[in-house]
């Protein structure tokens, strides 16, 4: 089973954008740069959840994704920096974090200047419908050019179930009607072909040896269940039934498109 690096930080570099989560590049002890996702910020822990499971899959499904890692953050980290929010967050976020690996001199995805492929845009309309990913708008396409190749980023804002952990049934078979400001809607052409292709592709164990990924410290700081184990059984039945009933959203994304 593929399992994800770990790695040291030892040096913060700079924040990369204003906001909630101010996700950072950071130096590692590999010679590595990494975007940083802190588990001390914005929506905490469960966003490094959903940037996982959700990275994770889209790399399992053939999907363009940096590197991710564990990154560990020392005690001592960050005590010489100046900025008192950012010393908070990284206070906050001692331990076990994630990061992406930094694509230098990528270009974030302008859809008024590249044409994406009709078929890559119906297939990664789907897996954000599948994934309940509410950001991948015109405004935030989370998504790069490097080296003339489209690059999934940023999916912390997935799986939104977890949020209301208790309802977690009830959005299985979600239309999703937030697709309709999905970036590439308007090119996904082909849901019906990426949807019988996907049936060929996705298992049961798929999804469980992604969901396995996910550290137990990170799943236990929310107490929604009694045992990690109890959580991740959610998030593979939240997975698989959605998966089960993708004509579902299949039909909510052509219905708003």
């Known amino acids: 089973m593929h399992a994800l690096r770990r790695v040291q930080?030892?040096?913060?570099?700079?924040?990369?954008?204003?906001?909630?989560?101010?996700?950072?590049?950071?130096?590692?002890?590999?010679?590595?740069?990494?975007?940083?996702?802190f588990k001390g910020a914005g929506q905490r822990e469960k966003a490094l959840i959903a940037e996982l499971v959700g990275g994770e899959?889209?790399?399992?499904?053939?999907?363009?994704?940096?590197?991710?890692?564990?990154?560990?953050?020392?005690?001592?980290?960050?005590r010489s920096e100046g900025d008192e929010e950012i010393q908070d967050?990284?206070?906050?976020?001692?331990?076990?974090n994630l990061g992406l690996h930094f694509l230098s001199k990528a270009l974030t995805f302008d859809p008024g200047a590249t044409q994406a492929d009709e078929y890559l845009a119906s297939r990664l309309v789907w897996f954000d419908a599948w994934i309940t990913n509410v950001d991948r708008t015109f405004r935030n396409t989370n998504l790069l050019i490097w080296n003339r190749e489209l690059w999934l980023i940023d999916h912390g804002a997935s799986m939104i179930f977890q949020h209301s952990w208790e309802n977690w049934e009830n959005q299985v078979k979600s239309t999703f009607p937030i697709i309709k400001d999905h970036v590439l809607l308007p090119r996904a052409t082909q849901l019906e072909r990426v949807d019988e292709e996907m049936k060929s592709l996705i298992t049961e164990e798929m999804i469980g040896?992604?969901?396995?990924?996910?550290?137990d410290e990170w799943i236990l700081t929310s107490r929604d269940t009694d045992s990690a184990e109890e959580a991740r059984n959610v998030y593979?039945?939240?997975?698989?039934?959605?998966?089960?009933?993708?004509?579902?959203?299949?039909n909510g994304a052509k219905n708003v498109r």
């Open 9 to 37: 930080v030892v040096r913060y570099v700079m924040p990369l954008r204003e906001g909630g989560s101010l996700p950072a590049l950071a130096e590692a002890d590999d010679g590595f740069s990494y975007v940083l996702k």
């Open 236 to 250: 593979r039945e939240f997975l698989w039934r959605r998966f089960l009933n993708s004509e579902v959203f299949v």
């Open 57 to 78: 899959l889209a790399r399992k499904l053939g999907f363009k994704v940096p590197e991710l890692v564990f990154a560990d953050l020392d005690e001592a980290f960050g």
């Open 209 to 215: 040896e992604v969901v396995e990924m996910i550290p």
């Open 89 to 96: 967050l990284l206070k906050g976020s001692q331990g076990l």
